[in-house]
């Protein structure tokens, strides 16, 4: 799956669009930050995209100020600022407190990276701006958009025009509902009448439907990609750098990352690991590819194939990736074995498709028709159980939409009654 793809549609609507518009929203990037991470034009769908909600063109977009705290009274702090899209690539520049490209302003809590021309493309289909320190504690707290000499296009909260339009628009939906026929009112409540009555038969049909056995993390087996301990100290630092078999002395073989696998990480911090993709040979420069949260757990991260392939925007890990590098998310990282792993085994016991349908689909029964010699007995057509192949991903994902799929069809019944 190409997250990427999906984004791009969408984003092409936003890119024509005059940056005029922001100064009557200024939409707040405080929904858009995550992680050190300003998402101008997001790569996966469950990040936000703060372009396209603001009425923004990604090309309007010059720089950004963190607005941060350093912390524990460092002598100097440092680290690196910059973008990260299709046209940039993993573009950065290093800040510090002294003798660094750019110097951060202490006394007013500021990392600020202007550019002199536009930082992104109008063909970019992924755009962020971040920060990352590798020298203190600096802890980011929000962050304004800059545009053409330093014009900030966003706020931290969001201006008056805009809470002014909320009020009006919530002013006119109430007029609007007042204004409603009783005969929209009575579909209204028979449309709703219906939407209950296919949730009950959904929550039927899951009561009914054995559940998914949980993961056993502790059995799974695969091949060892590396079991020596490692750490980071935190801040966005690197726990295993394992360069690939291309390179002089390189040992990790790119070959093995392939659909049907799984790369799974034993871990101990506060928040989850995240695996970076590196290349310097042509492919994306600097790739991070976050843990796939429905198959993950509390000291065990995993990393699925199609999370990797959208984040490197490439299936060719063979000719172009250069580094396989387990890092930390900004809490200090312990790990203690990192295990190439079959898909399927991440969801062992899930309950199959076929299953589901099948425990779904009424019982045969016999029908007895008059006979002089001999009864008659009619079957009822066994349900079809074909399915479509599965791509890798969670078969119990899958067993919870065949479900929903038969609640759905109790929904339209309902409403044809």
């Not at 755009?127 to 929000?142: C, D, E, I, M």
């Not at 990352?257 to 290349?279: G, R």
């Amino acid at each position: 799956m190409n997250f990427k793809k999906i984004v791009a549609t969408f984003a092409a609507a936003a890119l024509s669009v005059s940056a005029l518009s922001v100064s009557a929203m200024a939409l707040s990037t405080k929904d858009y930050l995550k992680d050190g991470v300003v998402y101008i034009n997001a790569d996966k769908p469950e990040d936000p995209t703060w372009a396209i909600d603001a009425g923004v063109a990604q090309t309007d977009v010059y720089g950004v100020t963190f607005h941060v705290t350093f912390e524990g009274n460092d002598e100097w702090y440092g680290g690196g600022i910059g973008a990260n899209s299709n046209s940039t690539g993993w573009k950065s520049i290093e800040w510090g407190t002294n003798s660094k490209e750019i110097t951060a302003d202490v006394e007013n809590n500021t990392i600020t990276w202007l550019s002199d021309a536009p930082v992104f493309a109008e063909t970019d289909e992924y755009a962020q701006l971040w920060l990352q320190t590798w020298t203190g504690k600096v802890t980011v707290n929000s962050a304004d958009v800059l545009g053409k000499d330093g014009v900030i296009l966003s706020t931290d909260e969001a201006p008056a025009e805009t809470e002014a339009a909320a009020e009006e628009t919530e002013a006119e939906t109430e007029a609007e509902t007042e204004a409603e026929t009783e005969e929209e009112a009575a579909e209204e409540t028979e449309a709703e009448a219906a939407e209950e009555e296919a949730e009950e038969a959904a929550e039927e049909a899951e009561d009914d439907a054995p559940a998914a056995a949980a993961i056993d993390y502790s059995a799974l087996t695969g091949e060892v990609i590396t079991d020596t301990e490692a750490t980071s100290a935190g801040s966005w630092g690197q726990a295993i750098t394992l360069t690939t078999v291309k390179n002089e002395n390189g040992v990790f073989d790119p070959a093995i990352l392939t659909p049907d696998k799984a790369v799974v990480v034993y871990y101990k911090a506060d928040t989850a690991p995240e695996v970076v993709l590196q290349s310097w040979s042509g492919g994306e420069g600097w790739a991070k590819v976050p843990a796939n949260e429905e198959l993950s757990t509390d000291g065990v991260a995993v990393f699925t194939y199609d999370y990797m392939t959208a984040m490197y925007q490439s299936e060719d890990f063979s000719s172009t990736l250069d580094a396989f590098i387990v890092g930390d998310t900004g809490s200090e990282l312990t790990v203690s074995k990192v295990l190439l792993v079959d898909a399927a085994s991440l969801t062992a016991g899930a309950e199959s498709d076929e299953d589901v349908i099948e425990d779904a689909a009424p019982a045969e029964e016999e029908v007895v028709t008059e006979a002089p010699a001999e009864e008659a007995v009619t079957e009822a057509p066994a349900a079809d159980t074909t399915t479509a192949p599965a791509a890798t991903g969670n078969t119990a994902a899958a067993s919870i939409a065949a479900v929903m799929a038969l609640a759905g069809a109790a929904a339209v019944i309902s409403k044809r009654k």
